[in-house]
């Protein structure tokens, strides 16, 4: 147990630190800040509910940077991407923590909040799975006519139809290998902050489908992509929580420590995937925290009746970061056994890549 | 691996270790020697009571604790200081009740020239969990450079993490090349 002057509690150090290190996991592969999974694990370590917010959202600026710095080095950040997005996105969130005031003003916040999280979710995941599902399809097709496969393969029309809008100016992302509109990378920014900002995420399980299937950029790129805006948003969150008081630092460098070898893993682990392997933890995600949300929701409808209810979301979402990071290093163990040519599940092959080249 | 490129590696490595050591060594120390926590605690948010809630944590309403009012510059133990919005807080302070909460007298009151604290704490709920909410942080200001401090310590501290992983990595002779996303997309 170490003491936490500023937080006022004692808390199992160890547990910070381990925290830190799969949602480091996560984070780096699916290209995700884990707020949605942090904040509810802070406070059953004993952190008061603001104060696990501060915390949570300031780890999520330092752990953005640490997996920043690696996907750089991998080729997955599109700097130009990035930065038009970055305007968007925080006026995004700052529009976002209004329209939650304004529901709370309403006396509609947990409502609307879990509401508008179950329909946004529900439907990504929903939209994510299917396309992901087509796409290993057709990477296991391939596999079996002898093909070179691609590192990524989307199946998905609507990339074309955003970047078909004329509406100058155009920006010309060079590592995304993408022409679009201004707008339409404003408009993704803003979007996603605004939902971010109203249910209190970093909003990167919105912004990663958005980039793919929006923006029209490779899974990889998206997921480096928008680690730095996570970064860019998790420092503007950490300002403001700091200001208000809810950050305990040295929690925060506990936190990170976990996150160091735990943002290194997952980013590194991306190298070893295809995009649809990424698109599936992402679907993932998005079906526990569906379930997450929408089992409190049920109970809020029914009067509190079914208080059961709220408990098995909370088991879900504590569960599935564990979850998460057995997938992620059961991917990796795959493409370990594959490169040394021993057996690897049917459906695992599409998803792998052999021979990743490292060396001086 | 290449002689030159191990020489960069290492230099890489050694520099971002260096840096990670001093990096970490100052905030630690800043935490340790106690400046952060004034940082965090510097001003009243409202007029009220300086306290130390660790002294009244057990207070029940059959078994009130009582606090000593007074000008006190340290207010650890049974004290309560008096202050006003925008004072700056004597040392041990980790919350301010209120004059509201004191003239309500459900949770603390005054009697006889003491503070009498009978509900040191409620239960309050966050994303389905329950916590003791108590006065700890209650009507304390943090200096706003305090939250600049803390802005770039972690962007300091991300990017000593991070590039020391890369040094190390490129150290060991595990230097990842940039994936080709011409490829099929």
Not at chain 1, 277 to 285: E, G, P, V
Request: glycine share 12%; net charge positive.
């Amino acid at each position: 147990m170490f003491e936490f002057l500023i937080a006022g509690v004692q808390a199992p150090w160890i547990l910070l630190v381990f925290t830190g290190f799969t949602v480091g996991i996560v984070g780096g592969f699916i290209g995700v800040g884990g707020g949605y999974m942090v904040t509810p694990a802070l406070i059953v370590f004993g952190f008061p509910g603001y104060m696990a917010s501060g915390i949570d959202m300031t780890h999520i600026a330092g752990k953005g940077i640490v997996s920043t710095v690696r996907h750089r080095q991998l080729g997955n950040v599109d700097w130009i991407l990035a930065l038009s997005m970055v305007a968007g996105t925080m006026f995004g969130v700052e529009e976002g923590i209004r329209l939650l005031g304004y529901f709370k003003h309403l006396g509609l916040s947990t409502v609307a909040l879990l509401g508008a999280s179950v329909l946004l979710m529900g439907t990504l995941f929903v939209y994510t799975l299917r396309e992901t599902l087509r796409s290993h399809r057709r990477l296991t097709e391939m596999v079996r006519e002898g093909k070179t496969l691609a590192r990524e393969v989307s199946t998905s029309s609507l990339p074309r139809v955003f970047q078909g809008l004329p509406l100058a100016p155009l920006v010309r992302c060079r590592v995304a290998r993408v022409i679009v509109s201004m707008w339409v990378i404003v408009l993704v920014g803003v979007i996603t902050g605004v939902l971010a900002g109203f249910l209190g995420v970093g909003g990167g399980f919105i912004r990663v489908p958005a980039l793919v299937y929006i923006v029209g950029a490779s899974t990889h790129i998206a997921v480096g992509t928008d680690l730095v805006e996570i970064v860019f948003s998790g420092a503007y969150g950490c300002l403001r929580h700091s200001i208000e008081g809810n950050v305990d630092f040295v929690a925060v460098l506990f936190m990170l420590c976990g996150a160091m070898f735990g943002a290194q893993f997952g980013s590194i682990a991306t190298a070893f995937v295809r995009g649809p392997a990424i698109r599936y933890m992402l679907a993932f995600s998005l079906a526990l925290a569906t379930l997450g949300a929408g089992l409190p929701l049920v109970n809020l409808l029914m009067g509190g009746k079914l208080a059961w209810l709220t408990a098995i979301s909370v088991i879900i979402t504590l569960g599935q970061m564990v979850f998460l990071c057995l997938f992620i290093l059961s991917l990796v163990y795959f493409a370990y056994r594959a490169n040394r040519g021993r057996w690897v599940p049917e459906w695992a092959v599409p998803l792998l890549v052999h021979n990743v080249t490292t060396g001086g | 691996m290449h002689t030159k490129f191990r020489w960069r590696a290492l230099i890489k490595f050694l520099f971002w270790a260096v840096a990670t050591i001093v990096v970490g060594a100052y905030a630690i120390n800043t935490y340790t020697s106690g400046q952060l926590v004034r940082w965090y605690y510097f001003e009243s948010r409202a007029d009220g009571y300086a306290v130390n809630t660790k002294g009244f944590e057990q207070a029940t309403r059959e078994q009130p604790v009582y606090l000593t009012i007074g000008a006190f510059s340290d207010v650890r133990g049974l004290r309560a200081a008096r202050v006003t919005k925008g004072s700056r807080l004597p040392e041990g302070t980790n919350g301010v009740v209120d004059l509201a909460t004191v003239d309500e007298g459900t949770r603390v009151r005054l009697d006889r020239g003491q503070l009498v604290v009978s509900v040191p704490w409620q239960i309050k709920e966050a994303k389905g969990f329950k916590f003791r909410d108590g006065f700890t942080h209650k009507n304390i200001r943090t200096n706003p450079y305090a939250g600049l401090w803390n802005l770039i310590m972690v962007g300091l501290v991300g990017l000593c993490l991070g590039f020391l992983a890369e040094g190390f990595t490129d150290l060991v002779g595990l230097k990842f090349q940039k994936i080709d996303h011409s490829v099929g997309h």
